[in-house]
């Protein structure tokens, strides 16, 4: 009985070590990848710049590490996820079966792309939606004196939430492939999805009902581009075990 205990103890002990060091992987590559984004920041800068029809300003010198930084930090993220996830898949992978690990090892690449898309998708909708409304909302009225920190964190807050909700197609694929969602769940949902959708796209734009409807309408269409994904991935999943239980 000790022995088996003994057993289950390294076993887990393996995997904890296991775990740390692909952890301690994909922290390097952040490391090395933020150097690269702070070796390159001016000339990062200077690509969001060229649609920053505005003169930005700083209030102290720490303004400038802190948009040197976050551009950094920005690039080692970008890089760092597909490597995050293919060490998650690595680690995950003894217990998949041959077909699974084919199916999830898809996943790396595409987690990348739509991150990606979403960081694109949220530039554009910042740069040629929010920020124009609030410029526009001013009228006049008010002295206009907009800081590098005060723009590029709403700026990034923008890109990184769009980021994250374009991976929510992929995010229901791979639960519902393991199991943990069904589309019967995600379509059972659908009003609280919604709901939380609407509240999203309010965290991340002005008090404007036609800018809200224009954030929030491509949000719910990714969620329902994720339960025909769902869908998509279950019924391969019912027919796995059909075929598996013929055989």
């Known amino acids: 009985m000790s022995a088996n205990n003994n057993d289950k103890s390294m076993d887990f002990t393996e995997h904890l070590s296991e775990l740390r060091n692909r952890l301690m992987v994909t922290a390097v590559i952040f490391v090395i990848f933020f150097g690269v984004g702070f070796f390159y920041r001016k000339e990062i800068y200077r690509f969001f710049e060229k649609d920053i029809h505005i003169k930005l300003n700083i209030l102290s010198p720490l303004d400038t590490v802190w948009i040197f930084f976050s551009i950094a930090g920005l690039v080692a993220i970008v890089v760092t996820l597909p490597v ?107 009003k609280y999805a919604y709901f939380i959708l609407l509240v999203v796209a309010g965290l991340i734009t002005p008090p404007d009902l036609i800018l809200h409807i224009v954030v929030t309408i491509p949000l719910i269409l990714l969620y329902e581009i994720s339960i025909q994904l769902a869908v998509f991935t279950y019924r391969k999943k019912l027919k796995r075990q059909e075929a598996y239980l013929q055989s």
Do not use: C
């Open 84 to 190: 995050l996830a293919l060490q998650i898949w690595l680690f995950i992978k003894p217990g998949l079966t041959t077909k699974e690990r084919r199916a999830t090892l898809s996943y790396v690449p595409v987690i990348f792309i739509l991150f990606v898309i979403g960081l694109v998708a949220g530039y554009f909708v910042f740069t040629y939606f929010l920020f124009p409304f609030l410029i526009d909302l001013n009228e006049d009225m008010f002295t206009e004196m907009f800081t590098v920190d005060k723009y590029f964190r709403f700026l990034f807050h923008t890109m990184l939430a769009f980021a994250v909700v374009f991976e929510l197609p992929i995010i229901m694929m791979f639960l519902t492939s393991l199991g943990i969602l069904n589309p019967q769940f995600l379509k059972k949902t659908r």
